[in-house]
């Protein structure tokens, strides 16, 4: 079966413009992550989804970040105004589950760079 | 605060050589999971190998195995028979034993290039 997709490979983006950044989880997969990944850093959490469960949004750097998931599938992480600071990689994973029983499935990621 | 340190930046082997990555980490925590996770240039995280705290055998995976090491929260990653298609970014990450949010907590990661 498929992988986690994200879309759009690659989006640069003027300072102070908003941007979508999609992931299509593993279908059945009840959890996903948002992760970003900074030049020279190892991955930060963002946001977990589980099931019809309130997100847990613990890791999200400001306000001007948000994510959603509709029907407990597709999920969008939008950045609202984004400054330089945001330029990163933004990764996405899925699994069956939460807790460490369940391997988390990445996707490719989204390279975001904000000029 | 769960935190995971990888001390070396870089590192190169030569193909058909043992190579050993090192983690350290942090956390109050009696029971959590580690991992390592190998990314190569097309950005995709791969997992290498997992290791339950509360196992004291260490986890292998074919050519790959780890010196869980709880009491010193040490955790490096053993490559035996290197081969070129190693060349990556390798990720130690740790995670806690919960309910809820079970998001990974990363290191800075460690560049490994086989060298043919």
């Known amino acids: 079966g498929a992988g986690v997709s994200q879309s759009p490979s690659n989006k640069v983006t003027e300072k102070g413009k908003d941007v979508e950044l999609r992931c299509d989880p593993i279908?059945?997969?009840?959890?996903l992550y948002w992760y970003r990944q900074s030049l020279g850093q190892g991955l930060e959490f963002l946001i977990y989804f589980q099931g019809n469960s309130a997100p847990d949004k613990s890791g999200l750097p400001s306000d001007r970040f948000s994510a959603e998931r509709t029907g407990g599938s597709v999920s969008t992480l939008t950045i609202q105004r984004t400054q330089q600071e945001d330029s990163a990689v933004y990764l996405c994973a899925s699994s069956l589950g939460g807790g460490g029983v369940y391997e988390q499935y990445f996707g490719p990621g989204t390279r975001l760079t904000v000029t | 605060a769960q935190t995971v340190t990888q001390s070396q930046p870089e590192m190169s082997v030569q193909e058909a050589e043992t190579v050993t990555l090192s983690c350290t980490y942090d956390t109050s925590e009696s029971n959590y999971y580690l991992f390592w996770y190998k990314q190569p240039p097309s950005r995709q995280m791969i997992l290498v190998i997992r290791?339950?705290?509360?196992?004291?055998q260490n986890a292998t995976e074919n050519r790959f195995s780890v010196n869980f090491q709880k009491a010193a929260k040490s955790f490096s990653l053993k490559i035996s028979d290197s081969q070129l298609g190693d060349t990556a970014m390798y990720f130690c990450?740790?995670?806690?034993?919960?309910?809820?949010?079970?998001?990974?907590?990363f290191g800075t990661g460690t560049r490994l290039t086989v060298i043919p």
């Open positions: 990450a740790f995670m806690k034993h919960q309910t809820g949010a079970n998001n990974l907590f």
């Open positions: 290791q339950e705290a509360y196992k004291q």
């Open positions: 279908s059945g997969h009840t959890a």
